[in-house]
């Protein structure tokens, strides 16, 4: 295995230094330190931050390998600057079995690239009717604890409960996607005064805040642990704000459009900006970033939905929703946040790290821990060409925007995954 000698490199901030890594581990962290061996990389204006981690990511293998592989949706965590991510269960046939979760998991490791976690379906074929093999996943090999049908709801109150008590037994974790179909059909955007200038049915932001509060009760209740996708309202925050405040094991992630992008996109009618949860208001997005910033929500998750061209590029009413977002979402953080590399680390790295129960992920490089990093150049800019993403699929909402940042490099154990800013392979 090739030793690396990173030179004059900020860690997560930090002032500068060296950093060795060696034997798939970071050896040691400090100025002036030399090793003959060791290919060097100059870090001079780099942040090094512990590798990222995407707790909800769309690979759509098996069923929609048109869209994205889990080979081509690796490569594109890995120049996103990810070594680590979780694979939603919406595939076909839909992760709710053991040998589907075990299917993605080795096909992860086939690829290398990151480490790809799956996560299983809460109920079978996520029609909301019967639970899942919940246990037969966690006791497989890929050892599967966050459980999720997202893109459906798990609507009836009675069978997530039972879901929330069965993970209990192993600590798992139930990933709620928040509405309530009965509030959302036929449903374009969000539902406001841009629904109702273009004539467009609107997904109500109570319909997601009904579902976060009915499910922080029963979370409560049973004493099991609940996780939120796609947050997307000010009126979420605040209940989950109040959930927190009484000690209610509760964790929630934001998306990076939901951070940066409002409803006033769809006025284009560009089927790139359909999304589920919708696009909402500015007052949305300004309580989003405060609640990041405060803890409310924990996790930044892209949420990355690619997408083939006949599915994306028709009228608005027939395109599937969802967008790119692991090739861009560190930009976004850096964009919104600006360079609080702490406070990227804690919601890109570590807290998704800790809420999936991934050893050796999200640990900041220092001597002895495992060599899971990335190597971010705050100071470039780049403009996003949907032709040069690694995914199969080109539905990114930045298309042509110029975004900070530009990742150098990317090291799973050791071993670069990206190497001055290509994929190693």
């Not at 599967?144 to 409960?161: E, N, Q, T, W, Y």
């Not at 589920?276 to 910033?293: E, I, S, W």
């Not at 892209?302 to 599915?311: F, G, L, R, S």
């Amino acid at each position: 295995m090739t030793a690396y000698l990173i030179t004059s490199v900020s860690v997560v901030g930090a002032a500068p230094t060296d950093l060795l890594i060696r034997d798939g581990v970071v050896a040691e962290v400090g100025p002036g330190l030399s090793a003959p061996d060791a290919t060097v990389i100059d870090g001079t204006g780099l942040v090094a931050l512990p590798g990222l981690v995407d707790l909800h990511t769309h690979l759509r293998e098996p069923g929609r390998e048109d869209a994205e592989t889990v080979e081509s949706g690796s490569r594109a965590a890995a120049l996103g600057g990810y070594t680590a991510v979780c694979a939603m269960a919406n595939t076909s046939p839909v992760a709710d079995t053991a040998g589907v979760v075990e299917q993605v998991w080795r096909l992860g490791r086939e690829a290398g690239l990151v480490d790809v976690q799956p996560i299983g379906a809460v109920t079978v074929g996520l029609a909301g009717e019967r639970l899942a093999e919940l246990g037969a996943m966690a006791d497989s090999a890929a050892r599967v604890r966050i459980f999720s049908d997202d893109g459906h709801c798990v609507a009836d109150p009675k069978l997530m409960r039972r879901a929330l008590e069965y993970v209990k037994a192993f600590d798992g974790i139930v990933a709620q996607h928040a509405e309530e179909p009965r509030l959302t059909e036929g449903a374009q955007m969000h539902e406001g005064e841009v629904s109702t200038r273009l004539g467009l049915i609107g997904w109500p932001a109570v319909a997601e805040e009904a579902i976060i509060a009915r499910d922080v009760l029963l979370a409560e209740h049973v004493g099991s642990r609940l996780h939120v996708c796609h947050v997307s309202t000010a009126g979420s925050v605040e209940v989950l704000r109040h959930a927190k405040a009484r000690g209610v094991r509760v964790t929630a992630e934001v998306t990076p459009h939901h951070l940066l992008l409002t409803d006033e996109r769809a006025e284009t009618y560009d089927p790139v900006f359909k999304v589920n949860p919708p696009l909402r208001t500015a007052a949305d997005v300004a309580a989003l970033r405060t609640a990041l910033a405060d803890g409310v929500l924990d996790v930044i998750a892209t949420d990355h939905a690619p997408h083939a061209v006949e599915d994306k590029e028709c009228e608005w009413a027939y395109a599937r929703p969802g967008m790119l977002g692991l090739e861009t979402a560190l930009s976004i953080a850096l964009d919104v946040l600006g360079p609080q590399w702490d406070l990227i680390a804690e919601r890109m790295s570590r807290a998704p790290a800790r809420i999936a129960g991934l050893t050796g992920h999200g640990v900041d490089p220092a001597p002895g821990v495992p060599a899971n990093l990335t190597l971010i150049d705050p100071a470039a800019r780049r403009t996003i060409e949907p032709a040069e993403l690694a995914s199969r699929s080109r539905n990114t909402p930045y298309a042509r925007m110029t975004l900070p940042g530009r990742i150098v490099a990317t090291f799973l154990r050791g071993e670069p995954t990206v190497l001055d800013g290509k994929a190693i392979k």
